[in-house]
């Protein structure tokens, strides 16, 4: 029996906990993770919690993984591991059984099954915990002919510069919070439950805005100062889930991700004036504006020419090389600064976690990569050293677990 | 002329910024920041940020440094310089005078001077920058005479496992903020205007608890799950003066700050039931109470026994060995978790910054510790690895900057 299984002898049923406070769908401020910690074993101190940014839930459960439906928290965290050599079908079911009774329990802000700190979870603050798999742990649960035929290593492009420390995996849990409490304890508990059954590969820490710096819904900005993530669609539009989800098959309402880590020169792009660097990105950096407009969600017009005939936004500026011109090829950006302090023999690096949302890699992700790497002004100032593609699973019902689609 | 000096003839005058709207005194909300950001060579994107965390300032100036005399925010950073052999007073004062001015600059919401990304500084978040000096610093400012008794590296004790590369240094600037964007923008700024001044010894980042996850004034909790802190007086109490602040000489309005680097075994701590853990710290986890009590700030009875006559509290508790007898003893707490992901050769590593401020570190730091490394039951799960001990510079007016008592 899987300790996946032994938590629903102990834990309040699913069934009861749908049927609950909890089952109000997507997002439950306050009540949610408070009701369903008062069942844990051992609770955290009892606050008056309501209204709490730290009090914020994500459904597990649904179609969906909700790391990938709701909005990136303030800190995330990216950990690959490796299937030992032998791991047979029954062991990765096994890791799914206790990563989703994890998730189910930490978003909820309770403890993990046996946590031994669940103080520590008590304020998951948006907690998503996300699972994805690479081509090696697909084929375990499904056979080579489960493998989607855009899960391998990205095609080489001629700006990479990648380290295997950074690079692919056979699995990946993303860890999204506003609080930096909550992502250290629930990567601990992933990392535990993956004992025995998978071996950390990588893992890579990020920031974003916290929680109550800038108004709702403000575009996070990266380390070289500008808006990151202005062409996304809206979380629940029908353009978002036209570029995100996959349709049919065992991993349909799944998705892919690709996990670009990309170091930037911050030295040598401070030394560059304001207009060479709004120059090579084609915004403005105050407000994000496209050079040809006034405001960030301005739509750019890439015809429009200065009184000498000059484009306003230069061809090879980065908003210009990674805007596809066929609407199929768009992908939603998923982003985190990293800022490594040097450690031992390791310098200080500094950049961003690209991550990258698409139904398909080669369809969407790859042609506006290519682009980006055949010509792109950014790229003077930016060096990929890490990239991994991964399956995101669908979401799964409070019966079931994550990859059950295959591995059932 | 130092760049320190060049920044008084672009910005603002110092009187006027004070006499407007961030003259209130202490901690001002929304306005302050906008404000000053206002008259900014390249201000942010205008946004409606009243109300806002992120708009949040401390003033910069007065008596004592603002990192001292406020609630450390969610994310700290520590970094300590040494100055290059053949340094000269000129050159510490020409430092001072720039990490014045970018820390008069950030903490107000706006950017430094020349600064390349002054977007990164429009969410100040409460931003603190404090500055501390080694006996290096003091001496090249003041001469020997000038280094207090105190300001030495900490006596050897028995469970220390110190490494270099976590101790010591001639300068340390401590960075504290809400929001982690913040805090690695400012943190770069302090960085860059060391350049040819000063070089980089090591530099920590920790984290607490993020803004809004838990009710106001709650206690932090390290990552063995407990409280850290309860027994740390009131701000602006008078038991908090006492115990931090230094009366006379050139380092009146100044303290004593010692920074530890502990490493905690999370995985043996795990080990240990709930019973083994309360007994080692002397509190319950979940509420942090004494064991002798019912609430987090209940006063310890060391006296109190058991039906069989054994201490409640064991003797060699945490708690109990760390409470001095004489008052006059105490100190005040300022921790942070840290959490270094694995990174080249170096292994993943947690624990606590512990900060410890205090008047006199051999008054009333050295004798705690020494309890402590005699006998704590906690000493089996942690090991302290990094050790340094700088003088925190008084604050400074707005014609003044941080070291003038000394320097000028």
């Known amino acids: 029996m899987s300790r996946g299984d032994t938590a629903a002898t102990h834990a309040p049923s699913r069934r009861g906990f749908l049927t609950g406070s909890a089952a109000a769908a997507g997002v439950a401020v306050g009540a949610a993770g408070g009701a369903y910690a008062a069942h844990a074993a051992q609770p955290g101190p009892a606050t008056d919690t309501a209204g709490l940014n730290g009090a914020r839930t994500h459904d597990f459960h649904g179609t969906h993984q909700a790391g990938v439906t709701s909005s990136p928290g303030a800190h995330g965290a990216f950990l690959a591991f490796d299937l030992p050599a032998g791991s047979v079908k029954d062991d990765l079911r096994r890791l799914m059984r206790l990563w989703t009774d ?68 056979d699995l990946l849990v993303m860890i999204h919070s506003d609080d930096p409490v909550t992502v250290s304890h629930a990567l601990r508990m992933v990392s535990k439950d993956a004992t025995n059954l998978a071996t950390e590969r990588w893992r890579q820490t990020g ?112 908003i210009r090389r990674a805007r596809p011109d066929d609407p199929s090829q768009r992908i939603v950006r998923l982003a985190y600064n990293y800022d490594d302090a040097p450690r031992g023999n390791e310098p200080a690096e500094a950049g961003l976690l690209f991550g990258s949302l698409q139904a398909d890699v080669d369809a969407q992700f790859v042609p506006i990569q290519r682009r980006l ?10 060096t990929p050293v890490g990239s991994a593609v991964f399956a995101i699973l669908p979401g799964c019902t409070e019966d079931g677990y994550l990859g059950d689609t295959l591995l059932d």
């Open 102 to 169: 994890d998730a189910r329990r930490l978003m909820s802000g309770a403890g993990a099954l046996a946590d031994t700190e669940p103080e520590l979870a008590t304020a998951p603050a948006g907690l998503t915990v996300t699972v994805g798999w690479g081509p090696k742990a697909v084929a375990l649960a499904g056979g080579s002919e489960a493998v989607p035929s855009w899960l391998r290593p990205l095609p080489d492009f001629s700006i990479d510069a990648l380290e295997d420390r950074w690079s692919d995996g």
């Open 207 to 318: 920031f974003r805005q916290a929680y109550g710096s800038h108004p709702s819904g403000t575009t996070m900005r990266n380390l070289f100062g500008q808006v990151d993530g202005t062409a996304n669609p809206p979380l629940a539009s029908d353009d978002f889930a036209a570029r995100v989800w996959i349709q049919d098959g065992w991993l349909a309402g799944g998705t892919s991700f690709v996990l670009r880590r990309i170091r930037m020169e911050l030295d040598t792009w401070d030394q560059v004036d304001r207009i060479g660097r709004e120059n090579a990105v084609g915004r403005t950096v105050d407000t994000g504006a496209p050079l040809t407009g006034e405001a960030e969600h301005d739509e750019p017009d890439f015809d429009a020419v200065d009184a000498r005939g000059f484009p306003i936004i230069s061809d090879v500026s980065h």
């Open 373 to 382: 790497a055949e010509a792109d002004l950014l790229n003077v100032w930016t």
